[in-house]
């Protein structure tokens, strides 16, 4: 790990309790309690808040490795951390004095776990549009806000919500909001019971409050910005390095139980067709961690010489990131499946877990769908004549 002795320490010390509960927070769709307990304590939530705000001052190498790491353990965990990072970098690069002081230094302490509230009836899963609108009054911003899907929401003590910037606003003018739970109503309108990522606990909600107007983040109605800058490249590096880490753990587990006296029935790991099967498994993680890296690498190069991300070769990098970390990562548990046989690989009961994770990276092309992601690279691609490659 390339992180910091404090951060790999942190991790070490978590990882276990993400371990002893993934199975009982598949089981029992719960949301990870002991898990983000162990990860606020840790400091862990703080990755990325800078070192003057009482964070550890992390950059986006340490984020994609720690999501690694903690996916292997438990992927609903890792994906509702890597999540709270994504908004936690939104706040970083975007905020303001005011949640520089009374904001980042919270999350830092582990007191707040930050929720995003993009999803929206009647907009599809599209990040960059809204309906409901922000309304000044004499206290100042209102806002009343149906979204459909919430990680975490029930559980968040912050949220970073997308608005409308006023009534007459066209649908693309969105001012990005900061509310503390005490400052809204937040009902529940839609349970989690879904295939794979149990755990997330990503439910249907109403919120309504009055914040006040330094609690806007960005430019108001300029979104836009936060979301080409932040949210959706942290999220794609995020997301994929977490899909990566369930993967990877999972073909860590079985190599060693091929390799043993424990190896399923019927599996000749000296055979040609048992090599070359494992192979193209290798061959899957190998392609998404070699990608992944290099669009790390170009997006924190970037950041450090002060470049936007807007560029159209850049956001066909992340795009791309995205499709092909869903899809491969999932292709490549399907195939761990078929190796490791009925009674090993596919079997609920199995002390390999790969029928989880066979369901928890399903949803990973349904997350912001692969379909929407490429019709926009497809559309970049003809604005990029000279093909500029990662």
């Known amino acids: 790990m390339r992180t910091g002795s404090g951060v790999a320490t942190a991790v070490a010390e978590v990882l276990p309790v993400l371990r002893?509960?993934?199975?009982?927070?598949d089981e029992d769709a719960a949301f990870p309690e002991a898990g983000l307990g162990a990860l606020a304590r840790s400091g862990l939530l703080g990755l990325l808040v800078p070192v003057e705000?009482?964070?550890m001052g992390g950059d986006l190498v340490d984020l994609v490795e720690v999501a690694q790491e903690l996916a292997a353990a438990c992927t609903s965990t890792a994906l509702i951390w890597a999540m709270h990072c994504q908004q936690t970098d939104s706040l970083v690069r975007h905020g303001t004095p005011w949640s520089d002081e009374h904001v980042l230094p919270r999350v830092a302490r582990g007191e707040v776990y930050l929720a995003s509230v993009t999803t929206e009836p009647g907009k599809g899963g599209h990040l960059l549009t809204?309906?409901?609108?922000?309304r000044p009054t004499d206290d100042g911003l209102r806002l009343d806000r149906d979204a459909p899907v919430v990680t975490g929401g029930l559980r968040a003590q912050g949220f970073l919500i997308t608005m409308r910037a006023s009534d007459?606003?066209?649908?693309?003018?969105?001012?990005?909001?900061?509310?503390?739970?005490?400052?809204?109503?937040?009902?529940?309108?839609?349970?989690?019971?879904?295939?794979?990522?149990?755990?997330?606990?990503?439910?249907?909600l109403t919120i309504s409050g009055t914040v006040p107007a330094h609690q806007v983040i960005g430019e108001p109605g300029g979104f836009r910005a936060v979301a080409v800058e932040s949210m959706a490249p942290v999220g794609h590096l995020g997301w994929a390095a977490c899909w990566l880490g369930t993967a990877r753990g999972?073909?860590?587990?079985?190599?060693?139980?091929?390799?043993?006296?424990?190896?399923?029935?019927?599996?000749?790991?000296?055979?040609?067709?048992?090599?070359?099967?494992?192979?193209?498994?290798?061959?899957?993680?190998?392609?998404?961690?070699?990608?992944?890296?290099?669009?790390?690498d170009e997006v924190v190069a970037l950041r450090a010489a002060g470049r936007p991300l807007s560029a159209n070769e850049v956001q066909i990098h992340l795009n791309t990131l995205k499709v092909a970390a869903a899809e491969l990562t999932f292709r490549a548990v399907d195939r761990m499946v078929q190796l490791a046989g009925l009674g090993t690989g596919y079997r609920r009961d199995s002390p390999l877990p790969l029928e989880r994770h066979l369901r928890d990276l399903r949803s990973a092309g349904l997350?912001?769908?692969?379909?929407?992601?490429?019709?926009?690279?497809g559309a970049l691609t003809l604005m990029d004549r000279a093909v500029r490659l990662a």
């Not at 002893?20 to 927070?25: I, L, Q, S």
């Open 20 to 25: 002893e509960h993934a199975a009982r927070v």
């Open 53 to 55: 705000h009482g964070g």
């Open 250 to 296: 999972a073909f860590g587990e079985l190599v060693g139980r091929l390799r043993s006296g424990k190896r399923p029935a019927g599996t000749d790991v000296t055979s040609e067709l048992g090599a070359e099967r494992i192979a193209r498994v290798r061959m899957d993680l190998e392609l998404v961690s070699g990608y992944l890296h290099r669009v790390t």
């Open 130 to 134: 809204g309906v409901a609108p922000l």
């Open 168 to 204: 007459d606003a066209a649908g693309n003018r969105l001012t990005l909001v900061y509310a503390d739970r005490d400052q809204l109503d937040v009902t529940p309108t839609a349970g989690w019971d879904a295939l794979g990522m149990r755990g997330t606990e990503s439910v249907g």
């Open 367 to 377: 997350n912001y769908a692969n379909d929407r992601l490429l019709v926009s690279t």
